[in-house]
């Protein structure tokens, strides 16, 4: 929704070791579209509409820690994907080639990792 400045949120840019490859995890997560891929860059829509995604090359990636401790590479940002049955959309995202975080903070949340380590959050809707 705008609120008269004009401001309007189009993309979430996530940076990768190789934003072709987890462009490809988040297609089969989601169902997103690719609509413009380049080697160091892909951006992606919902069919739906919404926010689309974007990956981008970075050199040197740090893999983030999730939990981090003092020293660790923080995470910058997650995704919170809302989905009908949890253990359904937990065995999905592992077969698409996520990570179930060893740390899982709410029982009613379930924590991945994609595979560059961007944690993403599973919640009941």
Do not use: K
């Not at 934003?19 to 739906?48: H, K, N």
């Amino acid at each position: 929704m705008r609120d008269g400045t004009g401001l309007t949120l189009t993309t979430v840019n996530l940076s990768a070791p190789d934003p072709v490859a987890l462009a490809r995890f988040y297609q089969r997560l989601l169902g997103f579209e690719i609509i413009e891929e380049e080697p160091d860059w892909v951006l992606m829509r919902d069919p739906a509409g919404g926010v689309r995604l974007a990956f981008q090359t970075e050199s040197p990636y740090r893999r983030p820690s999730w939990p981090a401790g003092a020293d660790d590479q923080q995470m910058m940002m997650h995704l919170e994907i809302q989905v009908d049955d949890l253990a359904s959309a937990a065995a999905h995202a592992v077969a698409c080639g996520a990570t179930r975080a060893d740390f899982q903070p709410q029982q009613d949340v379930l924590v991945h990792l994609d595979p560059a380590g961007h944690p993403f959050c599973l919640y009941l809707g």
